[in-house]
């Protein structure tokens, strides 16, 4: 049974940082390319970020370049989102999403998810 369980969320001020964490169980996970996705309440699934298998190839949304980054340790089945410089319009439910795919930015595309992780930025 493939599991992806995410966590890190939580409050923070704006300009602050967080790290999530999303923890993959029941899947071969280094041959699965990895995506952080958000929902906010009343808005669609918005792509965050994407990272190939091996990590060598990183793709991020508009709304989050050169403040989010997207790492994976293969020998810990995790996937990492370092999250600086967070804006009050960050807040959202942060989702975990497998693909053995090439990475996307579509949620279609991905097969697992996690339940997701709670992140409040305020003001």
């Known amino acids: 049974q493939v599991q992806l369980v995410e966590s890190g969320g939580g409050l923070v001020q704006a300009g602050g940082s967080l790290r999530l964490s999303c923890a993959a169980s029941?899947?071969?996970?280094?041959?699965?390319?990895m995506g952080w996705f958000r929902q906010a309440p009343g808005k669609e699934r918005e792509f965050v970020a994407a990272?190939?298998?091996?990590?060598?190839?990183?793709y991020y949304g508009d709304s989050v370049k050169a403040r989010f980054t997207i790492s994976r340790d293969n020998a810990k089945n995790t996937v990492y989102l370092q999250m600086i410089s967070l804006k009050p319009e960050d807040t959202a439910l942060y989702y975990c999403?497998?693909?053995?795919?090439?990475?996307?930015?579509?949620?279609?595309?991905?097969?697992?998810w996690g339940q997701g992780t709670q992140v409040t930025v305020s003001s």
């Open positions: 999403a497998a693909e053995l795919g090439l990475y996307s930015g579509l949620p279609g595309d991905y097969r697992y």
């Open positions: 029941g899947l071969t996970f280094s041959s699965y390319s």
């Open positions: 990272i190939n298998w091996r990590g060598g190839s990183t």
